[in-house]
């Protein structure tokens, strides 16, 4: 497991504190033997330099047991290199796996206590060779050693496990900080590409056909090529008229949704072959949530009149116990809704119910009709 770059840093810094604190305190001791003192400091402050995150595993316990050797070395003569101890054992966590650095806690807790066993004998031996050892106080020094490593040990095993999970989540919140990052991204195309299907597709379409018809008779019928170009620019201007309209909708903080509907309906059943009928009696919503709803029904009356080859068409919306319900009914010749559809009609359609968090329900067959039903919750 490799961690962000500031680790090794703050485990080198920490080692030379600890380095400066064993020497400061060594003073202390009258048998403090300040050139071996000073080699093991120099062999501790030189390892601090490596800190092998990224070389195979049999390195790293070569490190991290280089480290506990040289300590249980200096123990058994003499110097006291207890911080050192515990810091390379909470390095171990970091390097290797968790079972692994619990057994070599286990092997060097054995370790420092017969280590801090034999020094208290050979202290007992130095200083009164006349006396023979006392059973009971040689026990309880080796009990009050293995208390102490075992509460020490388990102080810095659960401190290193809260950086780990601490490093972990980290490197999980900075993940998911890039995938919602790419998917904001990916939605924010999406609704780039919808809203100008919605609002420039369709008029940019019959624009291009009438110009094509005005190059066909340009040569041979130049008042029919005219009234094309005548229509052509009234498109252009729709285009125009399309996307400012959509702009003041969504600037718009009172926009009526019911008037919205019942104008489209109007210009429908004026610019289109159609004959069609409405019932609109909707709730005050939001108006980021009325301007998704007037863009899911004026796609579906878009499509039915650019599609369907319908006679009437049938919109009903209203409220409902199971929701917000819109309902959309022609006549037309339906299609076969197991075929993959091109263009953006219906998929828009979806991908914005998906938005407001309703369903989508569609039934149709060729030669039978198409009827779209939308719950949306209120």
Same mark, same amino acid.
């Given at each position: ?66 480290? &506990?050797?040289? *300590?249980?070395? !200096? #123990?058994? /003569?003499?110097?006291? =290199? +207890?911080?050192? @101890? ?100 990916? &939605?924010?195309? *999406?609704?780039? !590409? #919808?809203? /100008?299907?919605?609002? =420039? +597709?369709?008029? @940019? ?174």
């Amino acid at each position: 497991m490799v961690f962000p770059h500031p680790l090794p840093r703050t485990f080198r810094s920490l080692e030379w504190i600890f380095i400066l604190a064993h020497f400061g305190t060594g003073f202390k001791s009258p048998h403090y033997n300040l050139p071996v003192a000073l080699g093991f400091y120099s062999f501790f402050f030189l390892l601090s330099w490596v800190y092998p995150s990224d070389r195979p595993v049999w390195q790293r316990y070569c490190y991290i047991g280089l480290g &506990l050797a040289v *300590t249980l070395w !200096a #123990r058994r /003569i003499g110097l006291d =290199l +207890g911080l050192l @101890l515990f810091f390379y054992l909470s390095k171990s966590y970091f390097l290797l796996k968790r079972r692994a650095t619990f057994c070599l806690t286990l092997v060097t807790g054995v370790l420092w206590t017969l280590s801090e066993s034999l020094a208290d004998v050979d202290r007992a031996t130095a200083t009164s060779a006349q006396i023979p050892l006392n059973p009971a106080e040689t026990f309880q020094s080796i009990a009050l050693t293995a208390i102490t490593y075992t509460a020490a040990s388990a102080f810095v095993l659960m401190f290193s496990d809260m950086v780990v999970k601490e490093q972990n989540s980290r490197q999980r919140a900075d993940a998911l900080a890039a995938q919602v990052e790419s998917l904001a991204a990916t &939605l924010e195309r *999406t609704r780039i !590409a #919808r809203e /100008i299907h919605d609002s =420039l +597709g369709h008029t @940019l379409t019959d624009l291009d056909m009438q110009l094509a018809v005005a190059q066909q008779l340009r040569s041979h019928n130049l008042e029919q090529a005219f009234q094309s170009i005548d229509t052509a620019k009234v498109l252009a201007h729709q285009c125009i008229e399309d996307v400012s309209q959509a702009l003041d909708r969504m600037r718009q903080s009172d926009f009526d949704l019911n008037q919205a509907l019942t104008a489209l309906m109007e210009q429908m059943r004026h610019n289109a072959a159609l004959r069609v009928q409405w019932e609109i009696n909707l709730p005050h919503l939001p108006v980021h949530q009325s301007y998704q709803i007037y863009c899911i029904v004026k796609e579906g009356m878009l499509n039915v009149q650019k599609h369907a080859c319908a006679s009437q068409v049938h919109f009903k919306g209203g409220s409902a116990p199971q929701g917000l319900v819109l309902e959309l009914k022609d006549d037309g010749i339906g299609f076969n809704a197991e075929q993959p559809q091109t263009g953006f009609g219906l998929q828009g359609m979806m991908e914005r119910v998906q938005l407001l968090g309703g369903q989508f329900k569609l039934h149709t067959a060729s030669g039978q009709g198409t009827q779209i039903q939308v719950i949306l919750p209120l």
